[in-house]
């Protein structure tokens, strides 16, 4: 590529308002296979289709996976959340990620163990079809709404449950950059009234499903993390909060406890008033290196 045309794409895309114009002109350029090529790309980047789309990949936790037109593109944030999952995964583990998207969650979980069984779900068709190539032979990936196309042979075996659920509350996504409002489902960003619907359906089911010290992994955002902390210790399970700064990424991890056989899930200690445990850290471990990078 020759440095008069990639500075020409950095102009039009600057004017067309990305922030990061020189990076993304490189990408563009690199992905075009003739100049006919680079400027279709350029205009529909220019026209505010989100990169990812254009390019039909996204990088995630260092790996580069499929992302097609009108699926969610996985946000570099949510790496943290994955971080926090590889550090309390056993091996073997049985893992579901729900609201999977393009499956970039739990693939790279299953990437980070040695001995996994995956299964990924999503309510969106392009999204399934999508996950599918991304996970391939490292999992399973079923189309219904979060548990429901789960086999039955999972109640109360699972030891990690990501749920990457929508958490925008409905009055906000319209002010949400055009990117995500015009070329990402509705459905994977708006959480309802409050931004936690989505989530206390997860929460409620999520017991029955766990095995015994297994935890289901959220993401809010900070000014939701009391109110999170308190769907999912409503639902009998222990929440902590584990908040990375650099990545403006808050996770709000409940674990479910033992049980008697035949028994009732326990409930959480009454009287707990708060957020439960709180962390501030980077999160590094096994997976997934931390960088420090922002969003």
């Known amino acids: 590529m020759s440095v008069h045309s990639l500075s020409r794409t950095a102009d039009t895309l600057r004017r067309a308002g990305c922030v990061f114009a020189e990076d993304e002109a490189v990408l563009l350029h690199e992905a075009a296979a003739s100049p006919d090529q680079l400027s279709l790309l350029v205009g529909r980047r220019a026209a505010g289709l989100p990169l990812e789309h254009v390019l039909g990949w996204a990088e995630f936790c260092g790996r580069r996976l499929a992302v097609d037109a009108g699926v969610f593109v996985p946000r570099r944030r949510t790496e943290f959340l994955v971080r926090q999952a590889v550090a309390l995964a056993p091996e073997p583990a049985v893992v579901v990620d729900l609201c999977c998207g393009s499956g970039a969650l739990g693939l790279a979980l299953a990437a980070a163990l040695d001995r996994v069984e995956l299964h990924a779900c999503d309510v969106e068709p392009a999204a399934v079809r999508c996950a599918r190539r991304n996970v391939g032979g490292l999992g399973q990936v079923h189309e219904g709404d979060l548990f429901a196309p789960l086999p039955e042979r999972l109640l109360g075996r699972v030891d990690v449950?990501?749920?990457?659920?929508?958490?925008?509350?409905?009055?906000?996504?319209?002010?949400?950059?055009?990117?995500?409002?015009?070329?990402?489902?509705?459905?994977?960003?708006?959480?309802?009234?409050?931004?936690?619907?989505?989530?206390r359906r997860v929460a409620v089911e999520a017991p029955r499903w766990l095995a015994p010290g297994g935890s289901l992994l959220v993401e809010a955002s900070e000014r939701q993390r009391g109110a999170a902390v308190e769907v999912l210790r409503g639902a009998g399970l222990s929440p902590r909060v584990v908040v990375c700064e650099e990545l403006y990424a808050t996770v709000v991890i409940g674990t479910a406890g033992a049980r008697a056989p035949g028994g009732p899930w326990p409930r959480p200690e009454s009287g707990r008033a708060g957020l439960g445990s709180v962390e501030i850290g980077s999160g590094g471990g096994r997976g997934c290196d931390d960088d420090g990078a922002g969003a």
């Open 161 to 199: 449950l990501l749920a990457n659920v929508p958490y925008v509350p409905s009055a906000d996504v319209e002010l949400l950059p055009a990117e995500a409002r015009v070329h990402e489902p509705r459905v994977a960003l708006d959480g309802g009234g409050d931004g936690l619907d989505v989530m």
